[in-house]
């Protein structure tokens, strides 16, 4: 069974770091893009940052460039995102997601595969 | 950057068809994936590439796309089919960036 597993989340104040993985079964890990989306509470949903299948390409949305890095280790099937310089509006549920035909990242493929999510509060 | 906005709420009768937008700019030059967000659980994918659908989604989910709108169509519309409802393109403008609707609350009558 094709599976993502998120975890990392937590509580974290303002200008402080968090690092979230997401354990990926049930495929081949290191022929598919993934992405971060996120949601706030009661919000839509943002996506946040993409990688490719090999980790060579990056893409990041605005409101986390500079702040945030997507890295990848295919040895272990986990996708990782350092989170830096927290601010509250980073609060949300993070998700990690599955590109439906692999690579490379950048093409406007879907998300087929969700993770269940984890959350991540930036509060004093 | 590349907005797309959707209606914020439809309401329709069991039995009944949904169609949810999904308004952008020669959106019809892109191509638009749909997914189904129910309270508490993580987004699933109903629609890609406009009209495709995947495994274990219901044919009473469609898709098309043309001009300035994407169509999200839900025909016999059942009570499980309530839900959040978003569309999703990737702008491969100077933005480089994946983009989701605003989102739509389907409820069922």
């Known amino acids: 069974e094709v599976q993502l597993l998120e975890s990392g989340g937590g509580l974290v104040q303002p200008g402080g770091s968090l690092r979230l993985s997401c354990a990926a079964s049930g495929f081949t890990f290191s022929s598919y893009a993934m992405s971060w989306v996120r949601q706030a509470p009661g919000k839509g949903l943002e996506w946040v940052s993409a990688i490719s299948g090999s980790g060579g390409s990056t893409y990041y949305a605005d409101s986390v460039k500079g702040r945030f890095t997507i890295s990848r280790d295919n040895s272990k099937n986990t996708l990782y995102l350092q989170m830096n310089s927290l601010r509250a509006e980073d609060t949300a549920v993070y998700y990690c997601?599955?590109?439906?035909?692999?690579?490379?990242?950048?093409?406007?493929?879907?998300?087929?595969?969700w993770g269940q999510g984890t959350m991540v509060t930036v509060s004093s | 950057s590349y907005v797309l906005t959707q209606p914020p709420s439809v309401s329709v009768a069991p039995g009944k068809t949904a169609r949810i937008t999904c308004g952008g700019n020669n959106i019809g030059s892109k191509s638009v994936h749909w997914y189904q967000q129910k309270p508490g659980q993580a987004p699933v994918l109903v629609i890609y590439y406009d009209s495709d659908r995947p495994s274990g989604i219901p044919e009473r989910f469609s898709g098309s796309n043309s001009g300035n709108t994407a169509t999200l169509t839900i025909s016999r519309v059942e009570a499980g089919d309530e839900a959040d409802y978003y569309c999703q393109v990737w702008d491969s403008s100077s933005d480089h960036s994946y983009v989701f609707g605003t989102g739509t609350k389907v409820t069922v009558l």
């Open positions: 997601a599955k590109e439906l035909t692999g690579d490379p990242v950048g093409t406007g493929d879907a998300f087929d595969i």
